[in-house]
């Protein structure tokens, strides 16, 4: 079971999956958490480069590469030998924010995108992908509170606005595979759902 945490700045991805991790491992689960671009020594090295706010000049086609290369070596390295070994992988993140970022965000070709997504993850995609759904003004406070700024949260609100109506988009475009959660709601009731959409998920498979 591939699972992916999916959402606009600030809507609460990294606070939550290692609650969801905790939880689901008290049930008896096997679980492995991992985050992109990152999860492997040379991922993560890559993700320096990507969130470096020195790196300014990137243009939008190094930066879709950059992420492919990450998402390369951990879905090989990490990902899909954890799936053989029949654990549950929890992504912050996966393809779709390649789509929400770098295609609807830079507004670049979503089929060329897709193609070189196919390319990076030998076509793995998750069996559940949730969206924590946030209005964007209000993710990007809660971002600018907690001090942890990057070089794309320093995309105009413009971007950003994009970025969460392709994520709306997909999941129209894809209802089997996504969920959608409320991420303004308390973080505690937030959690609450996050697990009711897991576990029903799980027990289904
Ligand atoms: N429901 C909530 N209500 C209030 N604050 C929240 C809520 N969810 C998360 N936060 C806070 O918002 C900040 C950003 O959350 P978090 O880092 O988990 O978001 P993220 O989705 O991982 O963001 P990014 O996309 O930038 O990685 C954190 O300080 C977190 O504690
Ligand atoms: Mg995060």
Wanted: glycine letters at 6%; a neutral charge; hydrophobic letters at 35%.
């Amino acid at each position: 079971m591939f699972i992916t945490l999916e959402g606009p700045e600030g809507s609460g991805k990294t606070s939550h999956i290692p609650h969801l991790v905790e939880y689901l491992r008290e049930k008896g689960y096997v679980v492995f958490p991992t985050r992109e671009p990152g999860g492997t020594s040379i991922s993560e090295q890559i993700r320096d480069t990507l969130h470096n706010l020195k790196n300014a000049e990137m243009h939008p086609r190094t930066e879709t590469l950059l992420y492919q290369a990450a998402r390369a070596q951990i879905v090989e390295q990490v990902i899909k030998p954890r799936l053989a070994a029949g654990e549950i992988v929890i992504s912050d993140r996966y393809y779709d924010s390649t789509i929400a970022y770098q295609g609807y965000g830079h507004q670049q070709n979503l089929d060329q995108i897709r193609l070189l997504i196919n390319y990076a993850t030998g076509g793995l995609v998750p069996d559940l992908t949730i969206l924590l759904d946030l209005d964007v003004e209000v993710g990007l406070k809660r971002k600018s509170n907690a001090d942890e700024w990057n070089r794309l949260d320093a995309y105009t609100v413009e971007f950003h606005r994009r970025v969460r109506a392709g994520y709306l988009e997909m999941v129209k475009a894809e209802p089997k595979r996504w969920i959608m959660v409320d991420a303004s709601q308390r973080w505690e009731r937030v959690q609450e759902n996050l697990r009711e959409k897991i576990l029903d998920k799980i027990g289904t498979k």
